[in-house]
């Protein structure tokens, strides 16, 4: 599983488009995955025989994991890396695998087994764990003295330790490539692990025990109690569903977990405040229908958000400091001298937010081009994990489902974001006269510690001037 976007360390398998016995070629198309927020299609960058697909579709993987294993070279493809990784536990323990040596299992030049190339390194940096006090090395022991396979995983204690073969004759500890990523990701040093794998080698639960805390020392030897050891993600039982029909569970991952996790940080960073305006956006409609029957925007799509997204970037070049960042490493504000407008979608997949890139710069129809490009993209589920990235400003269009406003939370990096409320006619007091008129509300939510209350207010004031009195502020040319 390759890193298909910045920074991303798990996608899920939405669609395989081969099998096992297929013929593929370098740059096809195999399967579909879901990273964070985008579906993403994985082209092979082998000609071979599919072999295996490690993982069915709906399973999560992690970066780094192999999820494809193709033939090559006409002949028996390769032994996979990962066979404890296995999408489903086996009911009884597997027969031994032979060792590996470290030499031949590092991958020399491209390595035909893996969909994409060059996973990004893990950016989890620890310090190698310090063996538990009192622990004496012993002398490298024969692989026959290794615990089997089903014994049970132990929370490691003060006795004696078989050192994996790091001794004197300096040969490496026996482990596959994804445990000895876990390894590292966990600040284990495998010399310090007890295998009980097949042959002496390390598995994943290894790794995880020589990793839990180590019991506080005690006067008096406590009693053994048996300590859970997480199970690998692969063969974690499926989401329980109710056999009563009444309640479902639903698991969490894709969108829903990436969105989840982007507003928890946000909401728990940054001091959100909002504040509201409701306006007369009669003139602003008016507008919409005049440029639906002119030449100068045919064949665009013309909208209320296409010209709110407009009074948008114009209030934004009057009030450039709404258009900033919070950089908490370097306790500095950056101001953004450009605008990366996102606008909230709704899709199949659930909420995305893709940017239009340097909105600022664009005509009314360069606008209306780039809008009906992003939200198409995004509803057919096209959206690039690029796409939305590098936002510097966001509207959502809650007025869509009948809403009068809300309270939106800033997107991660941003300091603002502009909720657009239902338009609906109601009565209002104009030139004097109460009439009917076509009445909204904006609803403003920025971080404080970036915009203080009196250019929160200015720029939402603005916003909702520009929308009164649409023909004197916006040009389109």
Not at 288 to 304: F, H, I, Q, W, Y
Not at 335 to 359: C, E
Request: hydrophobic letters at 45%; charged letters at 20%; one cysteine or more.
């Amino acid at each position: 599983m390759p890193d298909v976007g910045e920074g991303l360390t798990e996608a899920e398998i939405l669609k395989w488009y081969v099998q096992p016995g297929d013929t593929v070629e370098d740059g096809q198309v195999v399967c579909e995955v879901e990273t964070a927020k985008a579906a993403v299609e994985l082209p092979i960058p082998f000609d071979g025989t599919v072999h295996e697909l490690r993982f069915p579709e709906g399973t999560t993987v992690d970066v780094g994991q192999v999820i494809i294993s193709v033939n090559v070279g006409g002949g028996t493809a390769p032994e996979a890396p990962v066979a404890e990784a296995a999408p489903v536990a086996q009911a009884a323990a597997p027969a031994p695998v032979a060792p590996v040596a470290e030499e031949e299992a590092k991958p020399q030049g491209r390595t035909p087994v893996l969909v994409g190339y060059g996973v990004a390194a893990s950016s989890t940096k620890r310090r190698p764990r310090k063996a538990a006090q009192g622990a004496v090395p012993a002398a490298p022991a024969a692989p026959a003295q290794a615990a089997p396979a089903t014994a049970p995983v132990a929370v490691p204690v003060s006795v004696p330790e078989q050192l994996n073969g790091h001794g004197p004759g300096g040969a490496r500890p026996l482990a596959k490539p994804p445990v000895r990523k876990l390894a590292k990701d966990l600040g284990v040093d495998l010399a310090t692990v007890v295998p009980t794998g097949p042959d002496g080698i390390i598995t994943r639960e290894d790794v995880h025990a020589a990793a839990a805390p180590a019991p506080a020392p005690a006067v008096e030897a406590p009693t053994p109690v048996a300590q859970p050891v997480a199970a690998p993600a692969a063969v974690q039982a499926a989401p329980v569903v109710s056999t009563d029909a009444r309640e479902t569970r639903i698991p969490v991952k894709g969108v829903r977990k990436a969105t989840a996790a982007a507003m928890v940080g946000s909401a728990f960073t940054a001091p959100h405040v909002t504040e509201f305006v409701t306006f007369d956006i009669t003139r602003t409609m008016k507008l919409v229908e005049e440029l639906k029957s002119g030449t100068d925007m045919a064949g665009l799509r013309v909208n209320p958000l296409l010209l709110i997204a407009k009074a948008v970037l114009v209030a934004v070049r009057r009030n450039p400091e709404i258009n900033a960042a919070w950089d908490e490493a370097a306790q500095e504000i950056v101001l953004k001298h450009y605008v990366n407008l996102g606008i909230a979608a709704a899709t199949p997949r659930g909420l995305l937010v893709p940017n239009i890139k340097d909105a600022h710069a664009q005509t009314l129809p360069e606008l209306s081009a780039s809008l009906s490009e992003l939200i198409s993209t995004a509803r057919d589920g096209k959206t690039t994990p690029a796409a939305m990235q590098g936002g510097t400003f966001t509207i959502t269009n809650v007025g869509v489902f009948g809403v009068d406003t809300g309270t939106p939370i800033l997107n991660p990096g941003e300091s603002a974001i502009l909720a657009v409320g239902a338009i609906k006619l109601q009565p209002w007091v104009h030139k004097g006269k109460v009439k009917p008129r076509q009445v909204t509300t904006l609803a403003l939510s920025f971080d404080h510690r970036l915009v203080d209350g009196e250019l929160g207010s200015k720029f939402l004031a603005d916003v909702a001037a520009i929308l009164e009195q649409p023909k004197r502020l916006i040009s389109w040319a």
